[in-house]
């Protein structure tokens, strides 16, 4: 993992190779007050990413932002809090609860720790800044998108911006639990927004150029699921024959198996975030890529 500092007292905690539960974190401080944006998926990289913060600065965070429910942002929350004070979208929560650790029992063999689950205390449903020392961070739902929950964190001074899983530099999008044209329509907020430094959920940290390849993913998905339903193709048939053209190189491009699940989904008239069942999915994903899904948690 790496820690860079992208702007005065702002952080971003890189971990590689970015893939399946392998997130990123951001952490901003004023050398004492700090806030962390998302925890990790196991004990010891929670517990890492604690000994991190500490050589920045000797306050424990006073906040922790959980970006979605998923368990790669969310389960090492339990290292922080207490003392920190848990903040999400209350959807999150809902989800969170909802769905406990279930994470753990897609990958059985990666030594999760026994840190139990932590809800967020403190909920929200459209904006809600804190103020560390002078920084100014700005949490906003930018409507349901990689999932129902997402929340991004805005730094307008600095021009930083900690997107979540919404946006992932490197990686293909995710959009199984959340929706095509609400991540479309997020990613021209967030683009609006004129960010220097973008910090996505997994991946490297980058800039702009990393919302424009999102769209243009998602563009490119939403057209072969109306070529793909034309056809009469299911998901994975029309994901196994395509050629992933631009995104070929990026990590998890089994994802395009269940990004058209969603898609043909929306396109015959589901609303954002109606639930579809992940198991089958993800067994899906597993025929598309020729083996099980790698997650090197
Ligand atoms: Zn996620």
């Known amino acids: 993992m790496s820690l860079r500092e992208v702007a005065d007292g702002v952080h971003a905690y890189v971990q590689a190779d970015g893939g399946w539960c392998v997130n990123n974190a ?61 903040v999400a979208h209350t959807t999150t929560r809902h989800d969170m609860a909802a769905r406990g650790t279930a994470l753990r029992q897609v990958w059985p063999g990666v030594d999760w720790g026994g840190q139990p689950l932590v809800l967020p205390e403190l909920t929200f449903t459209d904006r809600l800044t804190i103020h560390i020392g002078r920084t100014e ?58 960010p220097a430094v973008v910090v996505g959920g997994h991946g490297p940290v980058a800039g702009p150029e990393a919302l424009h390849a999102t769209t243009a993913y998602l563009r490119w998905l939403d057209d072969l699921a109306g070529r793909g339903l034309a056809a009469g193709l299911t998901p994975l048939e029309a994901a196994l024959e395509t050629d992933l053209g631009d995104h070929a190189g990026w990590g998890e491009p089994e994802r395009l198996v269940a990004n058209l699940h969603r898609a043909y989904a929306e396109r015959t008239g ?26 090197s948690a």
């Open 137 to 194: 961070v700005r949490l906003w739902h930018p409507g349901p998108a990689h999932t129902t929950g997402d929340v991004v964190a805005w730094l307008p001074a600095q021009r930083v911006l900690f997107t979540g899983d919404v946006v992932m530099p490197g990686h293909t999008p995710f959009v199984l639990m959340g929706s095509v044209h609400g991540s479309l329509h997020a990613v021209a907020a967030l683009a609006a927004l004129e």
């Open 26 to 86: 951001g952490v901003v401080h004023d050398g004492g007050a700090a806030l962390l944006v998302d925890t990790a998926a196991t004990e010891s990289r929670a517990l890492a990413l604690r000994d991190a913060v500490r050589r920045l600065t000797p306050t424990p965070p006073g906040v922790v932002v959980n970006t979605h429910h998923h368990g790669d942002h969310t389960l090492g929350n339990a290292v922080f809090a207490p003392p920190a004070t848990v």
């Open 270 to 295: 589901a609303p954002p975030g109606t639930y579809l069942p992940s198991a089958p999915v993800f067994t899906e994903m597993e025929r598309w890529l020729g083996g099980p899904l790698p997650c």
